[in-house]
């Protein structure tokens, strides 16, 4: 399959509204926590047992972005957004079948498996293209798009909590919402499908440098660096972290207050997701075009440094002060987003755009492990003290620890991080990309 070619006088900025149409519908996966106490109540699950579905979409992403992204590197943008589309739309309509029926195993499969290998395909599906339309900002490129999945609950949680409150929160009504979900992003990522183009050639604006320039390494030489691992574990430990408030951020806000004189509500609760979205989604588009200015390796320095003394100042001082556990939060999802939408560019600094999109897959394994380990350490650590008689803030005071000491190997990784060595690159493979303009005129 051959993907779309931009024509000529094609204005570049045409590309991030499509892929903002795909990351905005599968940045849904961010609200899932509201979905977690209905769940809990009708089907009679625990706090760990709620949280499989999303621990197994976030799995599937990385497994799926890791093994398609030399695919989606082939066939281009459109392909991979309509193979998004079907899977994250299908995903939804095979969990609306498990609610209905209350086979949470359907759940799990649709939710988790199908509509995850959706997340991943749709997740690296513009990466590259992007980042060969925008050589001179690459930063900013990824994060306009990446900021669509970190922005995607924003809507989703108000959303999907007004129609459980409209369809009701037992099991028929968690399936038709499921339903609605499924129908509606179907109709809202096709925009991005139709939409999408790839650059007519290296150079797509005039005077911007050339998408090759700088070193190249291929995708299966990158893997074999320590550069490539020491970045995995970068992701791995800042993804962790963020995670972890992420996946259980309704229930977490309402039980850290939950005996003190102002309690959070359930409405209340879903408005601290929806900010949670909205300091994610900034993240992405504020803290990686600053990356841009300062470098990958300085930002990262902030997002893991700063982040350990974030999760400090909650555990500490949390339960004491909303205003500062919300604001805390907030700084450290602003650095999760962050670090997703820098990451494109800091292995385009490292390795070049030539498989940009394969190593990107490649990497974003380590937000599988991270999609595994953040919700379990919370959940599991929660679920014990809860059944050891505790409350409150104690639930989650050894998890903030813990991620406290994974943001410190994460900033160790990050300093590792060296240019690659001149033995692993290849000649800028000019020959080997899509001369657009010279099938043009031989088909023509």
Not at 182 to 189: D, K, N
Request: aromatic share 10%; with cysteine; proline share 6%.
């Amino acid at each position: 399959m051959s993907p779309p070619v931009a024509p000529a006088g094609w204005s570049r900025w045409l590309v991030p509204p499509a892929a903002l149409s795909v990351h905005l519908s599968i940045g849904q996966a961010y609200a899932w926590s509201v979905f977690k106490p209905p769940l809990e109540s009708s089907l009679g699950l625990s706090g760990t047992q709620s949280a499989l579905p999303f621990q197994l979409a976030i799995v599937m992403l990385g497994l799926s972005a890791a093994f398609g992204g030399t695919l989606v590197e082939r066939n281009g943008p459109r392909w991979a957004m309509t193979v998004a589309l079907v899977c994250f739309s299908s995903g939804f309509l095979i969990s609306a079948l498990g609610a209905a029926t209350e086979q949470y195993w359907l759940i799990v499969l649709g939710y988790g498996f199908v509509g995850g290998i959706g997340l991943g395909i749709g997740y690296i599906s513009p990466v590259s293209t992007l980042i060969k339309w925008f050589p001179d900002r690459p930063g900013m490129a990824t994060g306009i798009a990446i900021m669509g999945f970190g922005g995607g609950a924003l809507i989703a949680s108000p959303w999907s909590t007004q129609m459980l409150e409209s369809f009701g929160t037992d099991s028929s009504g968690i399936a038709l919402a499921f339903l609605v979900h499924g129908l509606s992003y179907a109709v809202f990522m096709s925009l991005g499908v139709l939409l999408v183009r790839v650059p007519r050639s290296e150079r797509p604006v005039e005077g911007a440098p050339s998408a090759f320039q700088g070193p190249q390494v291929s995708a299966r030489t990158a893997i074999r660096t320590p550069q490539f691992w020491c970045l995995w574990v970068v992701l791995c430990m800042n993804v962790t972290a963020g995670i972890g408030i992420l996946e259980k951020a309704a229930p977490m806000i309402q039980d850290f207050f939950k005996n003190t004189s102002t309690p959070v509500s359930v409405s209340a609760s879903a408005g601290f997701v929806a900010l949670l979205s909205a300091a994610n989604m900034a993240g992405r588009i504020g803290w990686s075009s600053t990356s841009d200015l300062i470098g990958r390796k300085n930002i990262y320095r902030v997002y893991l440094g700063f982040g350990a003394v974030m999760y400090a100042l909650i555990a500490l001082f949390g339960d004491s002060s909303k205003p500062l556990f919300v604001l805390c939060a907030m700084v450290i999802l602003s650095f999760y987003g962050g670090g997703f939408a820098t990451i494109p560019a800091y292995l385009k600094d490292l390795f070049g755009t030539y498989q940009v999109g394969a190593i990107h897959g490649r990497l974003l394994t380590a937000w599988s492990t991270a999609g595994v380990l953040g919700p379990l350490i919370v959940n599991w650590i929660a679920d014990h003290q809860k059944a050891d008689g505790k409350s409150g803030a104690s639930l989650y005071s050894l998890s903030f620890i813990i991620m406290i000491g994974l943001l410190v190997v994460g900033f160790a990784a990050n300093e590792l991080v060296r240019p690659v060595n001149a033995r692993h690159h290849i000649p800028a493979p000019r020959e080997e990309t899509v001369d657009v303009e010279r099938q043009q005129s031989e088909s023509a």
